[in-house]
């Protein structure tokens, strides 16, 4: 299993060889915190195995933490030793999540985990650990209710990449989480008009597909009978 540490340094060196904008340790704690968020909520399964506390200024990796508190409120620049290596796949997904939220100072990301459910229940514990299950089940959620809010309104085609992002900050939108910095007031207008279409369908018709969950059309059925259906049901 990849350690929280081996994640960060990617992080690091990527920010500061690949982006040429180093990264500073409050943002370097919510970049691992939001990275290990949508990897549990888009793979279902943990990107590090390190726990994620609940500290006053947002998670938080302890290991983490240790390690780059000298620097400060400083950008983090270290040797350039030999390269992290993580699989193309995670290396893809980590360029996605840094390229997203680095746009974000340290004290917007802060503030967005301080306006999201794993960290407020999380501060409210003992021990301040945030369950991977509430991790994943809470961005999921939230991705999820984004996609269909966008789905509604037949919006699919004109979002950006990485899609998972747009999803997230739709979800935000729909939501009407007005305190949150990825709040986009035009989108959370768009997502609260009618939806163009005329006869209203379920929310189910344009839930994220799941499985089999999706209308497959036969040879020998009608199409506007098979929607009318699902219209009703």
């Known amino acids: 299993m990849r350690t929280a540490n081996h994640i960060a340094e990617w992080i690091v060196r990527y920010s500061a060889d690949e982006l040429g904008a180093p990264v500073d340790p409050m943002s370097l704690e919510k970049l691992v915190y939001y990275a290990q968020a949508f990897y549990l909520a888009l793979e279902d399964e943990p990107l590090f195995g390190d726990a994620i506390e609940a500290w006053k200024w947002g998670p938080v990796v302890p290991d983490v933490y240790r390690r780059y508190q000298a620097f400060g409120a400083d950008p983090i620049v270290i040797a350039s030793d030999a390269a992290i290596s993580v699989s193309r796949q995670v290396s893809e997904f980590l360029e996605q999540v840094v390229d997203f939220f680095r746009r974000h100072t340290a004290v917007n990301l802060s503030k967005a985990t301080h306006l999201e459910t794993p960290w407020l229940d999380a501060s409210a514990?003992?021990?301040?650990?945030?369950?991977?299950?509430?991790?994943?089940?809470?961005?999921?959620?939230?991705?999820?209710?984004?996609?269909?809010?966008?789905?509604?309104?037949?919006?699919?085609?004109?979002?950006?990449?990485?899609?998972?992002?747009?999803?997230?900050?739709?979800?935000?939108?729909?939501?009407?989480?007005?305190?949150?910095?990825?709040?986009?007031?035009?989108?959370?207008?768009?997502?609260?008009?009618?939806?163009?279409?005329?006869?209203?369908?379920?929310?189910?018709?344009?839930?994220?597909?799941?499985?089999?969950?999706?209308?497959?059309?036969?040879?020998?059925?009608?199409?506007?009978?098979?929607?009318?259906?699902?219209?009703?049901?």
């Open 125 to 233: 514990t003992e021990d301040t650990i945030i369950p991977q299950a509430e991790m994943k089940g809470y961005y999921r959620g939230l991705m999820n209710e984004g996609e269909a809010a966008l789905s509604r309104h037949e919006l699919l085609d004109s979002i950006p990449d990485p899609r998972w992002s747009s999803y997230y900050v739709a979800g935000i939108a729909a939501r009407r989480l007005t305190s949150h910095p990825f709040y986009v007031a035009s989108l959370a207008k768009t997502l609260a008009e009618p939806t163009p279409r005329g006869p209203e369908l379920p929310s189910s018709f344009f839930a994220p597909v799941k499985g089999r969950d999706f209308i497959e059309f036969s040879p020998d059925e009608d199409p506007d009978d098979v929607i009318r259906a699902a219209r009703n049901s």
